[in-house]
């Protein structure tokens, strides 16, 4: 198992990184923050002759991690109740690599297994499930199975350590993800 | 009643700019097209000393533009599931606005009425659910009544005129913003 | 086509049933009225050795009529965010049904397509959004496509009038209803 | 804090029932097992002069339990991706209680808080969320805060113990629940 965490938070150390800190405590894997890349919003360009223009930012290269990894853990904080600019700007991006000629994008996502770590200020167990039924539909459609979710309460810096639920949580599929990880080894 | 689309698709003259001219035809409105504004996606600095950094971008002119009219029309193609990275780069930045002493954003917004039309490819009437869900939490949190949605089937371009459905649900909420219209003008 | 409509309002001539009957207008269907019924709750024996017991009271007969049609309404008010209690005690014995040998009930459903009509009184638009998910993902379940649904908002009785949006949905179906079953006679 | 669980399984010592057993551990409640009260369904006469009919069942007895206790705590199985019949059938009788004069329903249920323990079979933690969504506005509706809520994965009996994120979770809840226990006993 070969793990990738695309983290959403826009800023250093805040309650979404603590969290996904602490589910891959121990795990070896890379993380990527999006803060981080340049990446552009998506210009729609599906029915446009000669297909999408290319683009001359970081997108390709993130692409290229995410291809490289087996598990993608989706980091992000809710921002207006789904997931952040940045993220979506990164997931928008995916219809232009479903049209991307050097690799088979649906073929090789379908191969991955997904995970999300949510966290949100304003009563995100049930306000963040709309966020969640969106990440389903996006897995669904590129057949990437999203094996588990966390979604934590957290609005100011440190806050993620008073959701007790959600620590319990992170431990829980940190200990998920140590055993997959012995297996695949072993 | 003054009206502002603020209109989140990529494509010039894709399904979602038809629909929406069709709930216009004949309305006084101002439209921005989100497309040819540059708006950053928000670095979260709520917490930070000294609050946000101004940001050199149209975001500040948008926002301006958005309190002076008393009816938001959020038109956006469902990407993913949700809705366009720059519609979400744009909502994001409210946060920003929430904190900007020169204007008390929530009870601007509060005194503002919404409607939302989406347009999506695959299954919406079900499958932007989540969409909805969440620009209602949006808008409940800055108080703003979503006063309706339309959600439409199209992806190729063109493909709006075969959502027979949905050209009635247009037509019938153009005559609600004639309607309203007048009542004001009268 | 032939079409069964599951009428699952508890008082005669509310606003489900206008409803229903303008979706209905001129086209050929059956209706049950399962308040005319007596369905008993289902008693879980999926895990009792020698299944579920017989029950005596009219679920046999109101599946039997459910198989003998292709198209299948389900209408019913929005009782407390959900279908009402007797179509819920309806669908919750088809667990019944597909342990029955009599026939093959998954593969039965399969057959046919369902429309669904709700009408409640508190913001059905967006809060009936969970029902409809609900009844997909049961009609998914048994492989049945929704081919429609309508969200009406009416309270008292003859309400359903004044929701101008859903009387023109409910011609919409009506048109589209009639449509199909001249292609099946033609 | 005294502790009502509405018991919505329909099976002795079922999965929902060991998850609740699980979460009550060593605090003290009471239990009322829906399956062994007879409860009608609703009919619907807030609109009928006269208004509700007085109907012979447990109902009343049910409500009474309920008027007595500050914290509910709704078990039940996912049934068709939503409460379970008998589940349903009590809370729509509620329609009923908030026209009963002996006693003010809202305001008396305004006191209270929920919990909220399900179990379902066909991945639960995404489609068990419709269900969730519309017990937050049925408790909404009446104003009772949704404190928290647990969902569980299991089917066939027994499965509840192989779920360990679940088993977790209801020991968190247990623990919340021991210690609001003994802060309102010291």
């Given at each position: 198992m070969s793990i990738l965490v695309l983290q959403g938070s826009?800023?250093?150390?805040?309650n979404t990184e603590q969290l996904s800190r602490l589910v891959l405590e121990g795990v070896q894997h890379k993380e990527i923050l999006l803060r981080d890349k340049q990446i552009l919003p998506?210009?729609?360009?599906?029915?446009?002759?000669?297909g999408f223009d290319p683009v001359d930012d970081d997108y390709d290269d993130v692409i290229r991690e995410v291809l490289q990894h087996d598990t993608l853990v989706f980091a992000t904080p809710v921002y207006w109740y789904t997931v952040s600019g940045i993220m979506k700007n990164f997931i928008d991006r995916w219809s232009q690599s479903l049209r991307d000629s050097r690799f088979d994008f649906k073929a090789e996502m379908a191969q991955k297994k997904a995970y999300v770590l949510v966290v949100g200020g304003d009563n995100p167990r049930i306000k963040a499930m709309p966020l969640i039924q969106q990440l389903k539909y996006t897995f669904d459609y590129v057949g990437m199975p999203l094996e588990g979710h966390i979604i934590a309460k957290a609005s100011?810096?440190?806050?993620?350590?008073?959701d007790k639920r959600a620590i319990q949580e992170a431990k829980w599929l940190n200990a998920e993800l140590q055993k997959s990880g012995l297996t695949v080894i072993g």
């Open positions: 826009t800023r250093d150390e805040g998506i210009h729609d360009q599906r029915h446009t002759e000669g100011k810096p440190g806050d993620i350590w008073n």
